[in-house]
């Protein structure tokens, strides 16, 4: 068990770039959550896949925000055309839904600046 | 959606000292999950409890499910255990909904 990572760290980025975010989620988990954490609040949900198939977006991704999952193993999330309100800490968890348990397991997150 | 209060928003402690944070939710949940958030930004799980009462070290945490709270206590307080306490409720299996989190800082 090696724990989710994500990929990259950190990233800066000018206004109306595209960036891209990987997450690889603990090997056997079929669930894999995206989410966001702006200065100061709590992790903000903003989607999940079951195996390859997204179940539930939030009404926080917006047209210019895509996740793929595409062989239910890693993902990425693709945010388009970049405005600085997009700057926030992107957070990647995965889990595997058993009769007793649900435990979500995060990612280290990476940290996206808009310029 | 499910609403999620967390009390108190801050928290200075003496090291040593015990101390209990609470988190209200609005809804029936399947899901509850409190997490210990580090100055590096990684979640790291605390405990899965959607009912009843657990333990781990220093740590333990009680959910009522009936009357919708839970609390997590911490006892004889470190410096390590400072950052920033999150409670997390799920009302399926699904996404979860978090509080606004607790800032603990524990000074020596």
């Known amino acids: 068990d090696t724990g989710v990572s994500q990929d990259p760290r950190h990233k800066i980025t000018k206004r109306g770039q595209n960036v891209t975010f990987r997450c690889d989620p603990i090997?056997?988990?079929?669930?894999l959550y995206w989410y966001r954490q702006t200065l100061g609040q709590g992790p903000e949900f903003l989607t999940y896949?079951?195996?390859?198939?997204?179940?539930?977006k939030s009404r926080l991704l917006s047209d210019r925000f895509s996740a793929e999952r595409p062989k239910g193993s890693f993902s990425t999330l693709e945010i388009q055309r970049t405005e600085q309100g997009d700057s926030a800490m992107y957070l990647c968890a995965s889990s595997l839904p058993h009769p007793s348990t649900d435990t979500q397991y995060f990612g280290p997150g990476t940290r996206l600046t808009v310029l | 959606g499910i609403q999620v209060e967390q009390s108190p928003p801050d928290l200075i402690l003496q090291e040593g000292a015990n101390s209990t944070l609470r988190c209200n939710f609005s809804?029936?949940?399947?899901?509850l999950q409190w997490f210990h958030q580090n100055p590096w930004g990684q979640l790291i799980n605390l405990f899965y409890?959607?009912?009843g009462t657990k333990q781990n070290g220093r740590l333990s945490a009680t959910t009522v499910a009936t009357e919708r709270y839970s609390l997590l206590y911490i006892s004889s307080s470190q410096t390590t255990d400072s950052g920033v306490y999150f409670c997390a409720v799920g009302g399926g299996w699904g996404k979860l909904q978090f509080g606004a989190g607790t800032q603990v800082v524990v000074t020596p």
């Open positions: 809804d029936s949940v399947n899901n």
């Open positions: 090997s056997e988990h079929n669930r």
């Open positions: 409890i959607p009912s």
């Open positions: 896949f079951q195996n390859e198939a997204q179940l539930e």
